[in-house]
């Protein structure tokens, strides 16, 4: 018999799969946290009150279940040949934050049938469009999970790199939380030797210490106006510019 685990996992990797885009898109990586680990809490500190616990999200909460979808190799690499966005990297981020509510229904009626209580989170646009606070943080919840940690660019950076999108569901199942090191693999941080994010941002959001969430958006509304106006793109408030061309935006 499979474990609970492996079973949701295989359910996100055949509905993934399901979407038929492997120009787009690659197998995800899926990793659990415990809906009581302290981090949580933390949250309300590092982020704001504002942003909920599992247990404010399902009473029941035992576990978070968290997942990533890593972009193909030529989605990752395309932002950095591009003066505004990417017309790929668009299409990526779109086509995944809309599969993601299928994907998530299947994770919903898998453990309803096992008899679990489940509450999955929007994949984007959680936050307020007048002050960007976001109720929920899937990167966050990744890096809890043990997904990745935080690059200087507050991406998370996993075992397939940082491009691709996460997405989160919490659930009453007792599930095995991921014990993997949580070592950033950001080179900045590492030994000061890259810093390409920085130089890479036309918005000059991404900062030492922080992230200038205003510009960043500003610069991703742009492109957005230009894409809609270009193509038949319906969400398209995309950039990834850092991402393309860190070092770590694209791993095998």
Not at 172 to 188: G, N, R, V
């Amino acid at each position: 018999m499979l474990a609970m685990e492996k079973e949701i996992e295989d359910v996100i990797n055949r509905t993934v799969q399901s979407l038929n885009r492997p120009d787009l898109f690659r197998t995800p990586i899926v990793s659990f946290s415990v809906a009581d680990d302290a981090r949580y809490a933390g949250l309300k500190m590092l982020i704001g009150e504002w942003h909920l616990s599992p247990h404010e999200l399902l009473h029941s909460a035992k576990s978070v279940i968290s997942y990533f979808v890593p972009f193909a190799k030529e989605v990752v690499l395309e932002p950095q040949t591009l003066e505004h966005g990417s017309f790929l990297w668009s299409e990526a981020y779109q086509e995944i934050n809309e599969h993601f509510d299928i994907v998530n229904e299947a994770i919903v009626k898998f453990l309803k049938n096992k008899g679990y209580e489940s509450q999955t989170i929007k994949a984007t646009h959680t936050y307020s469009q007048e002050d960007l606070k976001s109720m929920w943080s899937h990167r966050s919840a990744a890096v809890i999970a043990g997904l990745g940690a935080f690059g200087l660019n507050k991406l998370v950076i996993t075992e397939k790199g940082a491009g691709g999108r996460f997405c989160t569901v919490i659930t009453s199942a007792d599930l095995k939380a991921s014990t993997k090191p949580l070592e950033s693999m950001c080179l900045y941080f590492k030994d000061g030797s890259c810093g390409l994010c920085l130089r890479a941002c036309p918005a000059d959001a991404i900062k030492i210490d922080s992230i200038d969430k205003f510009a960043c958006q500003d610069e991703r509304n742009k492109n957005e106006k230009l894409m809609k106006h270009e193509s038949n793109l319906r969400m398209a408030d995309t950039c990834g510019k850092c991402i393309s061309v860190c070092p770590l935006g694209y791993l095998e």
